[in-house]
């Protein structure tokens, strides 16, 4: 069964929700283990995205964190992170168009996080690529 981007940015958003929690609860992981767990077959972009959060992530955050006016990246709901993180990471180290990534983004937010989330992802985004 092959996946659409829009499909695995959804297992990628999950596994960096997961992966956000063990952190937040000093809890053990293993990467990859985390990934088999949400995603059948190997796929290298999920690999590169979540590994580059994931070593990106005190970056990221920072990143956010200059971008949210009057907000930090650690009072959005865990979703709403991971959705930032993710498309922060893609926008800043990937060859994605930032078009594809904002929307993408957004309609993850729109799926996963209110509206007031999905506004302030859609801004940070928006400041960064035009920037």
Known sequence: MTLTRSELREKIMTIVY???LYKNNSLEYNIDNVIKENVEIEN???KEMVFGVVTYYDELNTIANNYLQNWTIDRLD???AAILRMAIYETKYTDTP???VINEAIELAKKYSDDSVRKMINAVLDRIINE
């Open 18 to 20: 997961q992966i956000s």
């Open 44 to 46: 290298e972009f999920v």
């Open 98 to 100: 930032s078009v594809v």
């Open 78 to 80: 865990a979703t709403g």
